[in-house]
């Protein structure tokens, strides 16, 4: 059985769907924090079968909700205190999303302006569809579970 050590201060990402979990490394940009990131693969789940966990030594306030819960707002965000669970916060998809996703547009002025930040707006959240703030080109989250 793998043994990976608990956290003092931090926070635990559960749930997460598994191969999803350098994703989340990379967009939440774990990397360019100075904490001890522990990430578990394809661990055994008797509610999803298999999953990925993100153990992360660092305060939750570093943790970008918006992107979280634009990725999986299914995941399970438990916030650690003193090596003990103090509350598990609940991620809802974000009402706008920056620089997260592209406009696809080649008209849009995302694709001339460089610059300029990607802004998404959620339009219609029972269907995950979200548009640019710009020219209104449509992004369908796809559901992974």
Same mark, same amino acid.
């Given at each position: 059985?793998? !043994?990976?050590?608990?956290?003092? #201060?931090?926070?635990?990402? $559960?749930?997460?769907?598994?191969?999803?979990?350098?994703?989340?490394?990379? %967009?939440?940009?774990? %990397? &360019?924090?100075?904490?001890?990131?522990?990430? +578990?693969? !394809?661990?055994?789940?008797?509610?999803?079968?298999?999953?990925? +966990?993100?153990?992360?030594?660092?305060? =939750?306030?570093?943790? $970008?909700? /918006?992107?979280?819960?634009?990725? $999986?707002?299914?995941?399970? =965000?438990?916030?650690?205190? %003193? /090596?003990? +669970?103090?509350?598990?916060?609940?991620?809802?998809?974000?009402? &706008? =999303?920056? !620089? =997260?996703?592209?406009?696809?547009?080649?008209?849009? +002025?995302?694709?001339?302006? &460089? #610059?300029? %930040? &990607?802004?998404?707006?959620?339009? /219609?959240?029972?269907? #995950?569809?979200?548009?640019?703030?710009?020219?209104?080109?449509?992004?369908?989250?796809?559901?992974?579970?």
């Amino acid at each position: 059985m793998l !043994n990976i050590s608990g956290i003092h #201060e931090g926070f635990v990402l $559960d749930h997460i769907q598994a191969g999803m979990s350098m994703r989340i490394y990379h %967009d939440l940009k774990l %990397d &360019q924090l100075d904490c001890t990131v522990a990430i +578990i693969k !394809n661990a055994r789940s008797s509610k999803m079968g298999k999953k990925d +966990i993100i153990k992360v030594e660092c305060p =939750v306030e570093s943790l $970008d909700l /918006d992107i979280l819960g634009f990725i $999986d707002h299914n995941i399970t =965000v438990n916030v650690i205190k %003193d /090596d003990k +669970i103090v509350s598990k916060m609940e991620l809802h998809l974000p009402k &706008q =999303v920056k !620089n =997260v996703i592209s406009c696809k547009n080649p008209r849009c +002025i995302t694709s001339i302006e &460089q #610059e300029l %930040d &990607q802004i998404f707006l959620l339009t /219609d959240e029972k269907r #995950e569809i979200y548009r640019c703030k710009y020219c209104e080109e449509k992004y369908r989250r796809h559901a992974k579970r």
